[in-house]
């Protein structure tokens, strides 16, 4: 809320102009909500159409303002969860794994946007992941040490021109883009990992530059990126760090209602009406002559990933208040690290990318909100399918830390305690299956998963 001098009397408006960030959205078409004027007060102008970096907000705004374009705004977030987990470990009577329990937070953030001058805004939030998660083999619990995910500044030059440089979230994914706090389900999806397997990023972020723009009335958006990526080692002639960077691409179009924000999607809660489609590309390449096998060639890494997306009010009018609603999303990728191997698992060919091998990925999910009830039903399927490129022995024990296929299916629901999805409990039910286990191991297991989220912004 502005912050008005003593004994001057005017209107207050609630600016929808805010960097959201990862993991703090909440699902409603941004709002204006001015004080009612004194008759005399002259008519205020309309709202800007500028697409502004807004996410849209159920409920008040809470701005601290200290000019008409000098603002700030803080929020938290705390998922605890409690889970229990499957081991994949066959006992000695050839029983299946038992089940280890762990309470930790998920996400417990803390952040905050804002505007220095007309056009100039910024993002930061802080990130302890997975603090007092118990280590799988000693047990010892994760420190809760805070992190920097999002940290940029962003310049409006236009309408079709916005550029932004830091640690930005990349837009690699339509399910990676949308909020943490209005997931359909409890989390992302793991297939939305795959893309950041080779350990070169920060939970889906990176630093770098990004232009971003809008189109016939905000119902086109596109990104384009230049991120560090992966960095090649030095060699005798060269420092480390001479390939070119890492090139990520966005192209988005709502034929209903638009979405102007950072991060979009998830549950909208009846507030707004979307339809839409994302085509996503990521691409890197290395240099010959440095590692790894220097003087070897290195098939680049690319991926590509496309999805439909809907969030539709059952009354059929998008309403401020919220509504029922139900919504959908079906996503697919191609990726390819470029690593090659002979028949027998020798490595052939060096890949940009190692640790994402060649594969197919595939996700759909889909809600139910019941605004009256104030509850949410949930249900997903995830693959991620290893190329048959691949002979059978090295995909059912690839190299450490290159993920294997899976499946995942998980269904369950939400309450909603407070509105404006201020505060939910959820449970979640998970069966996992590594679908190229060989008859000597598991093929599967289950996870149960309670949740309660706390947010403010």
């Not at 505007?115 to 992941?129: D, H, P, Q, R």
């Not at 990728?333 to 027998?344: F, I």
Request: proline content about 7%; glycine content about 10%; some cysteine.
């Amino acid at each position: 809320m502005g912050i008005v001098p003593l004994g001057r009397k005017r209107s207050i408006h609630h600016a929808a102009a805010i960097l959201f960030i990862c993991g703090a959205a909440s699902a409603a078409s941004a709002q204006q909500t001015p004080e009612k004027p004194p008759e005399t007060a002259p008519a205020q102008p309309p709202p800007s159409t500028s697409p502004v970096p807004t996410f849209a907000v159920l409920g008040p705004s809470r701005e601290i303002k200290l000019a008409e374009n000098t603002w700030f705004r803080f929020g938290a977030q705390v998922q605890a969860w409690y889970r229990i987990a499957q081991d994949r470990i066959i006992q000695p009577d050839g029983s299946d794994g038992s089940y280890a329990m762990d309470f930790y937070c998920r996400r417990c953030r803390f952040f905050t946007t804002g505007s220095v001058f007309k056009g100039i805004f910024f993002n930061v939030l802080f990130e302890a992941s997975n603090a007092g998660r118990a280590d799988p083999t000693s047990g010892v619990k994760a420190p809760a040490t805070p992190s920097i995910l999002d940290a940029y500044g962003q310049v409006k030059f236009a309408d079709a021109f916005w550029l932004s440089g830091g640690s930005i979230l990349m837009p690699l994914t339509r399910n990676g883009l949308q909020p943490t706090t209005t997931y359909v389900s409890i989390d992302n999806a793991n297939v939305d990992t795959t893309p950041i397997l080779q350990g070169n990023s920060n939970v889906l972020r990176d630093l770098g530059f990004q232009a971003n723009g809008f189109f016939l009335e905000n119902h086109i958006e596109y990104r384009a990126g230049v991120f560090q990526g992966s960095r090649q080692a030095s060699t005798a002639t060269q420092t480390a760090s001479h390939n070119a960077p890492r090139f990520v691409a966005m192209v988005s179009a709502n034929l209903w209602d638009t979405e102007t924000g950072y991060v979009n999607g998830g549950h909208y809660f009846g507030a707004k009406r979307v339809l839409g489609v994302m085509a996503n590309f990521d691409y890197q390449a290395f240099r010959k002559n440095a590692p790894p096998a220097a003087g070897s060639d290195k098939n680049a890494y690319y991926g590509v990933s496309g999805a439909v997306f809907l969030n539709y009010p059952l009354s059929g009018t998008p309403s401020s208040k919220g509504g029922d609603e139900i919504v959908g999303l079906l996503q697919f990728g191609y990726y390819d690290g470029g690593l090659r191997v002979s028949p027998t698992g020798t490595v052939t060919t060096a890949g940009t990318y190692a640790a994402v091998l060649k594969q197919t990925n595939y996700l759909a999910e889909a809600g139910y909100y019941n605004h009256s009830a104030k509850i949410s039903v949930f249900g997903k399927f995830e693959k991620r399918k290893i190329s048959d490129d691949y002979p059978l022995a090295f995909r059912q024990a690839p190299p450490t830390g290159v993920s294997p296929s899976q499946t995942w299916i998980a269904f369950g629901l939400k309450y909603y305690v407070a509105p404006f999805n201020f505060m939910n409990f959820a449970l979640q039910y998970e069966r996992i299956k590594w679908d190229d286990a060989p008859g000597t191991q598991q093929g599967g297991t289950n996870n149960l998963t309670f949740q309660m989220q706390t947010l403010l912004y």
